[in-house]
């Protein structure tokens, strides 16, 4: 790979130092943003970003730096500040470098070869052609804040002192819809996306119908008394709660006791019917990769299993804390930052029934869709006071739209309280779920 010779050329800047270990890092993409509005192209961005980091260990001191070129001025700058960080840096004997896998996973449909070759044209036009069926949804969707279109083909290569050496290519596409419904003086609105790493992968109708269908199912809605009730939380919703636990099940957060698990390994966390992991193997997964961001083979690891806590997930440096292995969750979020902790694909793992199930063991209760301000939650605690929406139960019948609920409660209460798991797992960004029916919850209205 072209990667490799850049590696090869920070490497030999690296030769005859006193060093006692060091990583390199390159990365490399091709990236594509296309935005419109009212049948035009609003905004087109293109750009071709590139780097390398390194991480030089001097004792037990890390130090980190990067560089946007490879002219060997600026090599040289980012090897004497990554020297400087690490001799001034406090030392801690956990900072390590991986060590080389025996193997990594084969994921040959992370990369879609056809992506770099399809004509601008086209995708510019599927934008287009997103917008023209999220106004023919419906009659009452009136207006379209956005929609977007985003690709990436990207390249990583990484190698350290111990002889670790990997790189891979992939890619990926997005879409997404914003609407807006109006009836009478009620104006809703519904958004949708797709991720997948071909261009084929994505399908707009489908995008399209989402953002229109959401947009219309609120008009109408009407306020509700509170009551203390059974609550179905559709896919989305639930795994808006699932990112939020993702903190929770880090090793750095049990070091620093930061997590609502900490010291509840093998005990009964969840209800029995919540199995969840991490993985960072999972086709079409947006956090998949064959290795991590330290070259650690991602994996499939438990956390939660029939509601009992099997334990966390680690990069190298945690994981050494703890006196684990890493779990390969050590990520970047770009060449100018170290890697750090964090889930790759947080999922629940579906149950048999359909959200219809679920809706029809309600006697009276509501559906939620939407939720405002989960992002304020004490995610130490665990507790939780939301604004919600969505659409209120009488003998497992929708009888019509709800809005200004306020949702409150625990976490942990939330997920032990968990009476049945629907089939519709699904994704948005790196957390997954299916819709799930807790049995009781505290509903504010007014």
């Known amino acids: 790979m072209e990667l490799a010779k850049h590696a090869d050329a920070v490497e030999r800047l690296l030769t005859g130092r006193n060093l006692d270990g060091y990583e390199i890092f390159v990365s ?44 060997p001025a600026a090599l040289a700058m980012m090897i004497y500040g990554a020297l400087v960080a690490a001799r001034m840096q406090t030392q801690d004997p956990g900072y390590t470098l991986a060590a080389p896998a025996t193997s990594y996973p ?33 009659p009452r969707v009136k207006r379209v804040r956005k929609c977007s279109y985003g690709e990436s083909v990207y390249s990583s290569f990484i190698r350290n002192s111990l002889g670790l050496e990997k790189g891979y290519r992939g890619s990926y596409v997005t879409c997404s819809a914003s609407a807006v419904a109006e009836e009478r003086d009620d104006a809703q609105s519904g958004w949708d996306f797709a991720f997948s790493p071909s261009f084929s992968g994505i399908d707009i109708e489908a995008v399209a119908k989402g953002a229109g269908s959401k947009a219309t199912a609120l008009l109408g809605a009407r306020n509700i008394p509170g009551m203390r009730c059974p609550v179905v939380l559709d896919n989305h919703v639930a795994a808006g709660i699932v990112e939020l636990l993702a903190p929770s099940f880090l090793g750095e957060a049990v070091h620093k006791g930061k997590s609502l698990f900490m010291g509840k390994e093998g005990e009964q966390v969840f209800s029995e019917l919540v199995t969840l992991h991490d993985d960072g193997l999972l086709l079409d997964g947006m956090g998949t990769a064959p290795c991590d961001g330290e070259g650690v083979p991602q994996q499939d690891t ?11 997930l680690y990069d190298s440096y945690w994981g050494k804390k703890a006196g684990k292995s890493s779990t390969g969750n050590a990520q970047r979020g770009g060449i100018k930052g170290a890697p750090r902790s964090g889930a790759n694909n947080l999922m629940i793992d579906p149950g048999e029934a359909s959200l219809e199930t679920l809706l029809a063991g309600v006697e009276r209760g509501v559906l939620i869709t939407e939720v405002m301000g989960m992002h304020t939650a004490n995610t130490i605690s665990g507790d939780f006071s939301v604004g919600a929406s969505g659409f209120y139960l009488e003998r497992g019948e929708i009888l019509y739209p709800v809005k200004g609920m306020a949702l409150a409660g625990n976490l942990m209460h939330l997920f032990k309280g968990v009476d049945q798991v629907g089939s519709d797992l699904r994704f948005f960004g790196g957390a997954g779920s299916p819709s799930l029916r807790i049995a009781e919850l505290e509903i504010s209205g007014s």
């Not at 991480?55 to 070129?69: A, D, E, H, M, Q």
């Not at 879609?112 to 601008?120: A, F, G, T």
Request: aromatic share 8%; proline share 6%; glycine share 10%.
């Open 28 to 71: 490399q993409s091709r990236d594509l943003s296309i935005e419109a509005r009212q049948g035009q192209v609003d905004a087109f961005r293109a750009a071709e970003p590139f780097g390398v980091a390194v991480r030089l260990k001097v004792g037990n001191g890390l130090g980190f730096s990067y560089s946007t070129s490879m002219e």
């Open 106 to 138: 084969e994921l040959p449909w992370l990369y879609d070869p056809e992506l770099p070759v399809v004509d601008e044209e086209l995708k510019v036009a599927r934008v287009l052609e997103l917008e023209r069926l999220v106004l023919a949804a419906d």
């Open 302 to 312: 438990p956390l939660v299993t029939g509601g009992v806590l099997q334990g966390f």
